[in-house]
């Protein structure tokens, strides 16, 4: 029996996603910029979309643009702000827990003469209001914060922040990562003064490679690729019509399962952290356990390292994670600071990341094993 706990990291695709991209491949496989009948058909499968994402997040079809995934949609987001604003201000604020495709764009931009501002968070990893409120000023063009932690699950109160940063500097643009918020949580980007936000496919159940960000009309953003000149010549490249029909249809399916079961995937991830926290000795949790996200947990297990407890648990076929996919792979000498160090701790902790078909019964036996190879690993 496999067991995958690695949601967080990626979903596999619903199997009426892959069927709706293999009809597309097949049997709409124009270029949707042609003028004839195959393009004009591509095109409307890609307004489809557009109008679904944009009635979710309380903006207009316009405001949507397709990306590759996230990471193209915050490197878009934060350089496009950066090289359209500068002779507006120098001044970017972002903290130090957000995803490595906004740390790092921050540290070239730092390197490039802009003023980089790191907010620091609390052990749960939020943001200090107040802090974030001192730093904005007339300067500052860009605020960059992610509304779910990908790590520890923190939630950031978003639409309290948009409205502050607001407030205090109208003209200052805000920029959220949502690739763990979207379909699991509601987002109204006018609500929360949203000015450009990130979303991934592969989060929610649909093929990799494909995403969008959401752009305020008033907003304007410089392009980093030049080509063809589509999506208002903001992102040149012919749109990956069936990655986004299938994006389409797998985020319909999931903002219906994620309002039916996010009371009971709250409830097994409570149930399984306090059965660890109380039964397996010198653990602790890392975030918020009641105000968190429903999908994610992260448990630190002392005198433990997190790679050797995490190749355990794969030899009994469970799959969890040691923290962000996107930087497990990095080498010792690239590895830099991440969520679990920005808030005190060091190693030994595991993700794990629940879909709406994770069971009890998963998490009961996930929990006998890891009981097991804990006391055996720690011996």
């Known amino acids: 029996m496999e067991i995958y706990l690695d949601n967080a990291a990626t979903t596999k695709p619903k199997k009426e996603v892959i069927e709706r991209m293999i009809y597309v491949l097949e049997e709409v496989f124009g270029n949707p910029s042609s003028l004839h009948k195959k393009g004009i058909e591509a095109e409307k499968l890609i307004k489809n979309a557009s109008e ?22 915050n490197n878009l987001a934060i350089l496009g702000v950066a090289n359209a604003y500068k002779r507006y201000g120098n001044k970017i604020i972002t903290t130090n827990i957000e995803h490595s495709s906004v740390k790092e764009v921050f540290n070239f931009l730092a390197e490039s003469g802009f003023e980089v501002v790191i ?17 904005i000023d007339e300067n500052t063009i860009l605020v960059s914060i992610m509304y779910i932690n990908n790590e520890i ?26 690739v763990q918020a979207f379909t699991k ?12 936000l990130s979303v991934s496919g592969h989060k929610f159940y649909a093929p990799k490679g494909v995403g969008f960000l959401y752009k305020n009309q008033n907003i304007r953003l410089k392009n980093i690729f030049y080509g063809g000149g589509q999506q ?8 990956n019509v069936a990655g986004i029909s299938a994006m389409h249809l797998a985020a319909e399916i999931m903002f219906k399962e994620y309002k039916k079961c996010q009371d009971s995937l709250l409830e097994n991830k409570k149930y399984f952290a306090t059965k660890i926290l109380n039964t397996i000795e010198n653990t602790n949790l890392n975030g918020d356990l009641n105000n968190g996200a429903f999908h994610i947990l992260n448990i630190t297990f002392k005198n433990l390292k997190s790679e050797v407890l995490l190749h355990a648990l794969e030899a009994k076929d469970i799959f969890v994670s040691s923290g962000s996919a ?54």
Do not use: M, W
């Open 52 to 73: 679904f994402f944009a009635n979710k997040l309380g903006c207009t079809r316009d405001e949507i643009f397709y990306t590759s995934g996230g990471t193209e949609s």
């Open 326 to 379: 996107c930087s497990s792979n990095s080498s010792k000498k690239e590895k830099k600071e991440t969520t679990l160090t920005a808030i005190g701790e060091k190693d030994g902790a595991i993700r794990f990341s629940f879909g709406p078909d994770t069971t009890k019964e998963e998490l009961d036996y996930v929990f006998q094993v890891l009981q097991e190879q804990v006391k055996l690993l720690r011996r």
């Open 153 to 178: 699950g923190t939630i950031q109160n978003i639409v309290k922040i948009g409205n502050l940063i607001k407030q205090i500097n109208k003209n200052t643009i805000f920029h959220v990562d949502a």
């Open 119 to 135: 907010l620091k968070v609390d052990k749960q990893g939020y943001v200090n209001l107040d802090e974030l409120a001192k730093e």
């Open 232 to 239: 208002k010549n903001l992102r040149s490249g012919t749109e």
């Open 185 to 196: 949580y509601p987002i109204s980007v006018k609500q929360s003064k949203i000015d450009l």
